[in-house]
């Protein structure tokens, strides 16, 4: 059975660190692109950041370039994702995200989500 | 940046057809895929590469892509079918979501 499993979120600062963390589960995690996902409270999703199955590739929405950065550990199972310089715009369920097939990037696993607060 | 638009809601009686649209600038060029979301609750593939179904979604779902738009089709609507759902596409390898129907089942 797929499962991801996300920790990390909580309350931040604006203008703080955060480390998100998704352990995988279920299948073989190095053959998959991985993805986050958001969803601020109330709102619709926004894809966040993607990273190619060896880390060699990785693609982020223009709200969170140069300030989110996305990362994976094959050996652990785990994907990342660094936030720093955070904004209270960025305060969100943060979804990790698994595709259907090795050779699509669509979402069909879904993590249950952390919940990233900025405020002061 | 890409953009897609959809209604904000739409209301169908339990066994009738509820159709939401997706709309964007030349999207029947690209791949579409719909996700549904209920409250509380992660989001659910229904609907990939236009048409497709991943395994265990129900036949009543359907999409279709052309032209400027993208279909989801919820056919024989059930109570169960209440929920929001959202467009998706790629661009310039970035995800682009839609802004999400809300689906109410009067």
């Known amino acids: 059975e797929v499962q991801l499993v996300e920790s990390g979120g909580g309350l931040v600062q604006p203008g703080g660190s955060l480390r998100l963390s998704c352990t995988a589960s279920?299948?073989?995690?190095?053959?998959?692109?991985m993805s986050w996902v958001r969803q601020a409270p109330g709102k619709g999703l926004e894809g966040v950041a993607n990273i190619k199955q060896d880390g060699s590739e990785k693609y982020y929405v223009d709200s969170v370039k140069g300030r989110f950065t996305i990362s994976r550990d094959n050996a652990k199972n785990s994907l990342y994702l660094q936030m720093n310089s955070l904004r209270a715009e960025d305060t969100a369920v943060y979804y990790c995200?698994?595709?259907?097939?090795?050779?699509?990037?669509?979402?069909?696993?879904w993590g249950q989500g952390t919940l990233v607060t900025v405020s002061s | 940046s890409y953009e897609m638009t959809q209604p904000p809601s739409v209301s169908v009686s339990p066994g009738q057809t509820a159709s939401i649209t997706c709309s964007g600038d030349?999207?029947?060029?690209?791949?579409v895929s719909w996700y549904q979301q209920k409250p509380g609750q992660s989001p659910v593939l229904v609907i990939y590469?236009?048409?497709k179904r991943p395994s265990g979604i129900p036949e009543r779902f359907s999409g279709s892509n052309s032209g400027n738009t993208a279909t989801l089709t919820i056919s024989g609507t059930q109570a169960m079918d209440e929920a929001d759902y959202y467009c998706q596409t790629w661009d310039s390898s970035a995800v682009v979501f839609g802004g999400g129907t809300k689906v109410t089942v009067l």
């Open positions: 279920g299948f073989t995690f190095s053959d998959y692109w």
């Open positions: 995200t698994r595709p259907l097939s090795t050779v699509t990037t669509v979402s069909e696993y």
């Open positions: 590469q236009d048409r």
């Open positions: 030349k999207l029947g060029d690209k791949y």
